[in-house]
């Protein structure tokens, strides 16, 4: 025992540097371990899906379906012609979710929406409205469409129609109103209202008037994304390349729309002043290559991730349109003027539909200027995208990353490797305001809650239970 | 001495590769030495240079007023209302050159320029009319301007005007015709002189009307290459999206021109569909940048690098006007369709000014997609960068190259620096088919050839003796 004090100790540490750190700083000899906590979920159930026998064939399904899907853009058109919706009804981003259980961001928007629908005349009666129940609230994910942050999408709102020319699946998204002061971040003044309008009654008809004389030819969307990523747009939180390739490909069929010359050059002004543009395109193109692949039975691939500003929720290849939430975590990252992170809403929006698909976070080793936007460090960029490749099935082809020579991004997530790794999906995203009416304060990192993962772990191990 | 035959060799390595692998190939144990060729130059020269107590004040003197140049975009006008130009006079790239002398992508241009402004009616007519000398020949720089390629600017083409807020200079530049059968590779085909025609006839009046309707904010394009940077352009061989914001630029101003729709959406549709617009404006930004350099006695820094397919030629600071030239070399790359490298014309055009800003192929880090359009490996592109800071006077805050943790771009060549290392600029080039008419080959890499680096040291290391 004397000999142990008074010798000089040997030292192995494992987990965080500190302790070994402040040993080192005090010279002693210390051996790290890379060691790091253990996955999660019963082992039970890792061992039903782990022996499930159907699962390597379903998930090489899964993501070939995923990396197989296009994307043209069709048409646009106002949200209740194509979306199926009753009379009153908005839609919102993530899970279900109650008016009782809304965050500020997404009760803004959603105060918006009835006043631009005219279904209120005051936000106090707009609030009254939705407490009461009077318009029915329902996922935008639940009508084959999503949304950015609130997501919210009322009946008047243009959409952007997006086709897969393998399975014939359609998938639609709100038009892109900008940054700051805006209804999906959960703005809802005038200056908002009146935007909104001028989508209506101007870019909307403009757009889908060009569109339509396009339909010879569709515009690959995602040729773009692919294209995206080789000039330093990672598709979720950086869009400039996407929002540029936008105009280029629109331009020349909007200058032939029968409208003013002063309509049609504030189109353009609108369009190639907002870096986000494509944002509302790059998610629809997500969508319709995770929805491809919405049930295949035996398949540990998520095909959904998604927020509504107080729960996460994904879904799985293997359980098709059920749900798996947990509570939303709040981004860490950077803020606008002089928001701090007490000002940050939790985490809101479909727009995790571009991590689902493999890009956006899993991709950010393709756009290191990113971290001027969202925090965080080059090399920090370059080892999330080194780290997803542990979490997902394959490499697509199809989005390549340069700097990683050409490799495929990381696609389809397998809820298997979550739990066996205990590593969480890195998602880039805006951050808005917690207060309603505020509008975009940030940008930044955020992670899903465990507790989805483990949930779908658990459906999914019991599904193979049955199916066995 | 039988001891040394028979005992197990030690083999100690130095220069190229090849040997050492072989001997390692047969199981011998060597010894790498990373041994590079010495540098060149007469000793006294660059000891005189070392100890010009000038060098290092003037030095910064140069690189300061590179770096703190700006580019506005203010007008287009046609050559011949801008460059001072006598009525019967071809602009070619590169230091001067005479008909005799010129290769074939030379000729072809300067063919094809003649048929454009009718100064003859066949080809054979404009060959002779060149051979005799009855059209005068001069270099784009001798006119405050640039040319990519063979870089023929004849009167009748209209050039975009660049300004200098800083120095009050201007720069100018033809306007871009896309890639493959054009007149700056050396095609004169009649596609060729329809679209001249085209853009004499409507874009150049057109990018005129709107660019001259922006005079009160007008377009900003270094900003524009800084962002470039940030999108995975190198500004030389890589400049989609450069274009893309040229688009989003002037398409508002466009499309308020009075022309018809039809006009409007052709020019639209030209500007998005050649991925190298943007380079006809990189190209006088950095041409300003130099020239506001290209007096400044003592200073070793070179303000062009040039070349006419036949002949490299740099000019430095501390010498002013003067060339130093030498036989230009053939770049080494990728070919289009089944051209190969005996189709290669040596090096051409005024393009090297990117390089000679700090950008281009002294960037290749920012735009590792690039190495699929002129060869290499991305690991190569990174290390092209991080070699180009060698040879450099100092790192430009303005063009930041994200990968590398937003370090500045390597800017101001330093003669001195280049003749102590032996290492030449990195070039991303164009490649001109050799034959007159042919158009583009391919595209690849090329670096100046020594001689006009030691030239130039001869003749400042002179000017600093002479000072002294």
Redesign the interface.
Known sequence: MRDLLSAPPSIVAAGVDVFSDALRAQGADVHDVDWRPPGFGDPADLAALALDARRAAANRTAVERVMAAGSRLVDVRPAREVLDLPDRILLHAGPPIAWADASGPLRGALIGASLFEGWAATVEEAEQLLASGGIALDPCHHHRAVGPMAGVTSPSMWVWCLEDPVSGGRAFCNLNEGLGKVLRMGAYSEEVLTRLAWMRDVLGPVLAEAVRSMTDDPWDVKAALA?ML????EGHNRN??GS??T???L???I??VDAP??D???V??FI?GNEHFFLNLGMPTAKLAMDSARAVPGSTMVTVMSRNGTEFGIQTAGTGDRWFTGPANTPVGLFLGDYGPEDANPDIGDSAIMETYGVGGFTMAAA??I??FVGG??PDALATTERMYQLTLAENPAMQV?????RGAPTGIDVLAVARTGWLPQINTGMAGRVAGTGQVGAGLVQPPQQCFAQALAALAEESRTAA
Request: hydrophobic share 50%.
């Open positions: 294209q080789q000039m330093g747009d400039r390349a540029l390739m105009l280029r490909e331009s020349p069929a200058v032939e010359a002063k049609v050059a504030a353009l002004r190639g290191p200027a971290v001027r460090t080059v340069p700097i990683l020579g050409f």
